[in-house]
T-cell receptor, first 115, second 114 residues
Framework: EPEVTQTPSHQVTQMGQEVILRCVPISNHLYFYWYRQILGQKVEFLVSFYNNEISEKSEIFDDQFSVERPDGSNFTLKIRSTKLEDSAMYFCASSAPSGLDTEAFFGQGTRLTVV | AQSVTQLDSHVSVSEGTPVLLRCNYS??????LFWYVQHPNKGLQLLLKYTSAATLVKGINGFEAEFKKSETSFHLTKPSAHMSDAAEYFCVVLPSGGYQKVTFGTGTKLQVIP
């Protein structure tokens, strides 16, 4: 079974520092997503990415966030200047092209702790 | 536009009794539907998925779900709850065709009472 992998599994950073969360999506998938889940809260959509550009972003995804697919395999989420409230579990996902067997795969998540 | 509604934020069952977690969806396109489980402080684990094949889908750990287009529902069931089933469950919809956005339900926390 193919899988989406995320690294690191846990990252601790100081407030104001930049962090990059990494994801390796399924190789033939075309759509990529980032979600986050603040502890004890629901899973929130951040951004979707297709054809090397952002398809949609939520109001959470402000100027301190950016995404990139730098080398055709990795999909990264950068937070420029982290705040305490950015502490959350961040999930990456990818989905297959449209068709009968559309499915989405999620990574195991990166737990970001901002101190 | 699409949406997912999980009708119960918390469900409590006794061990050995049936589990029913409800999910209704709306989608402009024929959707794929998923149930994910998240144990405390863990990532998301796929339980089962519906992708336009059989409407009754069997997943891991004895869970199954039935896609009912007429009711726009995809409820998750299990005949007999086990203590290890205590977790949060998310219903997820992904439309086929066109722009795809994975949409999460708000989650249902399942408590299993010994």
């Amino acid at each position: 079974e193919p899988e989406v992998t995320q690294t690191p599994s846990h990252q601790v950073t100081q407030m104001g520092q930049e962090v990059i969360l990494r994801c390796v999506p399924i190789s033939n998938h075309l759509y990529f997503y980032w979600y986050r889940q603040i502890l004890g809260q629901k899973v929130e959509f951040l951004v979707s990415f297709y054809n090397n550009e952002i398809s949609e972003k939520s109001e959470i995804f402000d100027d301190q966030f950016s995404v990139e697919r730098p080398d055709g395999s990795n999909f990264t989420l950068k937070i420029r200047s982290t705040k305490l409230e950015d502490s959350a579990m961040y999930f990456c996902a990818s989905s297959a092209p449209s068709g009968l067997d559309t499915e989405a795969f999620f990574g195991q998540g990166t737990r970001l702790t901002v101190v | 536009a699409q949406s997912v509604t999980q009708l119960d934020s918390h469900v409590s069952v006794s061990e050995g009794t049936p589990v029913l977690l409800r999910c209704n969806y709306s989608s402009s396109y024929s959707p794929s539907l998923f149930w994910y489980v998240q144990h405390p402080n863990k990532g998301l684990q796929l339980l089962l998925k519906y992708t336009s094949a059989a409407t009754l889908v069997k997943g891991i750990n004895g869970f199954e779900a039935e896609f009912k287009k007429s009711e726009t529902s995809f409820h998750l069931t299990k005949p007999s709850a086990h203590m290890s089933d205590a977790a949060e469950y998310f219903c997820v919809v992904l439309p086929s065709g066109g722009y795809q956005k994975v949409t999460f339900g708000t989650g249902t926390k399942l408590q299993v009472i010994p």
